[in-house]
Structure formats: structure tokens, C-alpha cells
């Protein structure tokens, strides 16, 4: 096959006739990134509002970044969960330090590192709460979006999300979002968890009613429940703040963080002592053994200092803007990733 293949339709038209039909992106071919801007083939510029949904928190190719991931690929690139090595460390101690949780589990994508907290909840309730080891649920919301493997399709709102995919994993109750009632309502001795985001992205932006997280970690607290937030779009200062649940003055049980830690590098879970102190070995939910995220998580992590992640968008926003989470205007300010509509439903705009 030749390989002087040089214009978009060209590229669309390969693939189109080679790969899966899995999505339908608009015909723009991206050869070339920076900061904010990048390029197609043909050598146009766009400004990128999409920001890979918040993986390009620290903009495209960013030196730092791009510095920490050629010296670590000429290094070590892979150790077996066998070996220790001298990256899983330092990238733990740094996200503990930066968040205050005691234990991080790194994993290769948001998803599995949702499907990690699903695994560490279960077993809490199982060995600690006491839920019998074939019962339990989790109760989950519409409209969420966790992640596509089977499990997590299998609770979503979304029909063509689930269409041909069944069976499904059971012990989960699918509830409204935004309605602390209908949680209340629906918590037995056998609930496990209550996995919610913050802020859903997936259809716009939908924020939930102020108070609505307190009530749910009274309610956890209350019921000996544990509190799962999956801060994966909202989480490392998309709404001004390190992570979204700090508006509301709580603290969750387990949170899953992922895209924004820089350059698309994975995802991590994070919990109390007591969750990550049952996931021994031989009950490990995942392995992770890859040097390269590491080095590009605190490469990507110390472009913003940890007290001002955030706040450098915040400050520039208009101050006649909404004061909830997410951010409504923005004046005369760039911000790759921030949780903004234009770069929740737009992809490129010229």
C-alpha cells in the first residue's frame, strides 16, 4: 500500500473502508497539535473547545509533558507487577499529598478505574458491612456516563449504549438524577454504594440542585454506604475548584479521577484506608505495571501548582457569571478542558 497518502479525503476514505464503524467524527484529519490550536493535513488551524474532554487539560504536546514521556520511554517503558519500579511510588505519594485521600490505585483508563471502585465497594460491603456475598447494590442515576465496558453499559439510561450487549451484570437501581428523595427511598441494608459525577457531561451539562452531594453523604453516612464520585470530566479544576465535590463542603468514600491528570495518562482510583486495605493480593481487581503514565502524570500534574489548579480560569472568569460548578462565561480566556457547554458539544471551531 502506498504510503504518500497526503490529503483529509484521502485519510477518511481509509478509514472508512479498513476501520470499525464504531463513531462518526466530523471529516477534520488532526496531524498536528499545540496548547490549544491544532492542524489538519491540509494545513488549516483550529482552536480545539473539545480539549479530548478534558485529557488535554494542559493543552496538546505540552514541552513538559512531551519531555517527561522521551526520557521515561528511553528508560523503562513496562515492569511486571512482579518488580517494583521507581515511578509507581513517587505518582502515588504526589496524588495523596495533592488530595488528601491515603491510597491511590492507578489504572490504564477511566474505565476500568470506575470498575476498580465498583470491585473495592463490593468487597467492603461484603467483608466489612456484611452484605452477603451474592447480594448488594449500588445505585446509580440516568443520563450517567462511567465508562463503556459491559458492566457499566449495563446500568446506563442509554439504549443504544446497551442494545445487543446483554446480559447484564446485576445489583445495580437505576434513579433519577439531581433527587436526594428517590436515594433515600432506595437504600435497604443491602446497599453497597451510591456511584454519582458531580456533574454529568454526556447529554450537555447537567448540574444537580445545590445540596444535592451533602444530602447524598449524610444519607451514605447515615446508612453505612459508601459515597463514589466519578470526578473523571469534573475532577483537577474543571470547575474552579480541585474537585467538584469541594462546592459542596463533603468528602467522598472513593473518588475516580482520570483525563485531566495530563495527556490522556489513565485513570486512578483513590479511597479511605479501610476500602484500599482489601484489595490484597490475589483479590487485586487490576494490574498496572506501566512506568510511562507515571512520569507523565507528575510531569502533567506540576504544570499548575496544586493551590492554584483551578483558579487561574476562575479568576478570569466574568464575576457576573453564575458562582455554582460549572462555568457558564468566560471573558477574553482560553481554557483547554474547562467545563464549559461550547467544550462539552462542540468539537472544532474554527
Not at 447515615?222 to 464520585?229: E, F, P, T, Y
Not at 506501566?290 to 500534574?301: E, I, R
Request: with cysteine; proline share 6%.
Amino acid at each position: 500500500m502506498s504510503t504518500t497518502v497526503a490529503t483529509s479525503a484521502e485519510f477518511v476514505r481509509l478509514e472508512e473502508a479498513y476501520g470499525a464503524h464504531n463513531y462518526h467524527p466530523l471529516d477534520v484529519v488532526i496531524s498536528r497539535a499545540r496548547g490549544v490550536w491544532v492542524w489538519d493535513v491540509e494545513g488549516n488551524k483550529y482552536l480545539d473547545f473539545l480539549a479530548a474532554y478534558s485529557a488535554m487539560n494542559q493543552g496538546h504536546c505540552h514541552p513538559r509533558i512531551v519531555a517527561a514521556l522521551k526520557e521515561q520511554a528511553e528508560r523503562v517503558t513496562l515492569t511486571s507487577r512482579a518488580f517494583r519500579n521507581d515511578q509507581l511510588g513517587p505518582l502515588c505519594a504526589e496524588l495523596c499529598e495533592l488530595t488528601g485521600f491515603s491510597r491511590f490505585l492507578p489504572m490504564n483508563t477511566g474505565a476500568e478505574a470506575v470498575e476498580t471502585a465498583i470491585k473495592a465497594a463490593r468487597k467492603w460491603a461484603h467483608t466489612l458491612k456484611g452484605v452477603p456475598d451474592d447480594r448488594g447494590e449500588i445505585l446509580v442515576f440516568e443520563g450517567n456516563f462511567h465508562g463503556r465496558t459491559t458492566t457499566i453499559v449495563g446500568f446506563s439510561s442509554e439504549e443504544q449504549y446497551r442494545t445487543g450487549f446483554g446480559p447484564f451484570t446485576p445489583g445495580f437501581r437505576l434513579l433519577p438524577y439531581g433527587d436526594a428523595q428517590a436515594v433515600e427511598s432506595a437504600i435497604t441494608p443491602e446497599t453497597v454504594a451510591i456511584l454519582v459525577e458531580p456533574i454529568q457531561g454526556e447529554n450537555g451539562i447537567v448540574i444537580p440542585p445545590t445540596g444535592y452531594l451533602r444530602r447524598l453523604r449524610e444519607l451514605a453516612t447515615a446508612n453505612r454506604v459508601l459515597l463514589v464520585l466519578d470526578e473523571i470530566q469534573s475532577g483537577l479544576g474543571r470547575t474552579g475548584k480541585l474537585f467538584c465535590y469541594e462546592h459542596e463542603g463533603i468528602r467522598p468514600d472513593i473518588v475516580v479521577i482520570g483525563k485531566a491528570l495530563g495527556g490522556a495518562s489513565g485513570g486512578l482510583t483513590a479511597s479511605r484506608a479501610e476500602v484500599t486495605a482489601l484489595l490484597r493480593q490475589r483479590s487485586r481487581p487490576y494490574l498496572f505495571s506501566n512506568t510511562l503514565p507515571p512520569a507523565v502524570v507528575c510531569a502533567g500534574l506540576a504544570h499548575v501548582p496544586a493551590g492554584q489548579i483551578g483558579l487561574q480560569a476562575a479568576a478570569r472568569m466574568d464575576p457576573a457569571a453564575p458562582q455554582r460548578p460549572a462555568i457558564f462565561r468566560l471573558k477574553n480566556c482560553i481554557a483547554p478542558g474547562f467545563l464549559t457547554p461550547a467544550c462539552t458539544r462542540f468539537n472544532l471551531i474554527a
